[in-house]
């Protein structure tokens, strides 16, 4: 198990009572599915002329598996923090996606997209546009950067990114 399935494990026994969890429900945790309205926001972004990439924690194979049966709609690269060393939301790599996509750190060239305020806020910190998803209505902390665009569903963030 690479590193973000031993965290995800280690949080999984951490919020249920010893005992109760076993091998086997972990795996089922960590075989995660792409949201339903997934493909929806690909595709409106691969029809506004941009592109997707996806940026992890994890390791990029397991998001290449996850995006297998999503359509055909695809993403341009599967990136994974294991190339640098680094974990979001620290700001390089944000710079490494940057630099992999050959897109320059200017506001409003790059977004992120995350369901999480710390990695919206990581990337504003460096330079890029972020959007959060946010399903279940989570009250952020106060001293992290709010997003660029917030919704409760994906394509919404990305309307909102493509309008501004």
């Known amino acids: ?11 999984v026994y951490a919020v249920m009572a010893p005992g109760l969890v076993d091998d086997a429900a972990t795996t089922k945790v960590l075989r995660v599915r792409p949201q339903p309205d997934a493909v929806e926001a690909l595709t409106m972004i691969r029809e506004a002329g941009s592109w997707a990439v996806t940026l992890t924690n994890g390791a990029a194979e397991r998001i290449r598996r996850l995006l297998e049966g999503s359509d055909g709609v695809l993403c341009g690269a599967e990136l994974s923090i294991d190339a640098i060393g680094e974990w979001k939301p620290a700001p390089e790599v944000y710079r490494y996606a940057a630099q992999v996509t050959g897109t320059p750190l200017t506001r409003g060239r790059l977004a992120l997209i995350s369901a999480h305020a710390h990695d919206c806020d990581g990337a504003r910190r460096a330079c890029l546009r972020a959007g959060q998803v946010n399903r279940v209505a989570i009250r952020e902390l106060s001293f992290l950067q709010p997003a660029d665009a917030e919704a409760t569903d994906l394509p919404g963030v990305v309307w909102q990114l493509l309008a501004q």
């Not at 198990?1 to 949080?11: P, Y």
Request: charged letters at 20%; aromatic letters at 10%; proline letters at 0%.
């Open 1 to 11: 198990m690479g590193q973000f399935a031993d965290v995800a494990t280690e949080q």
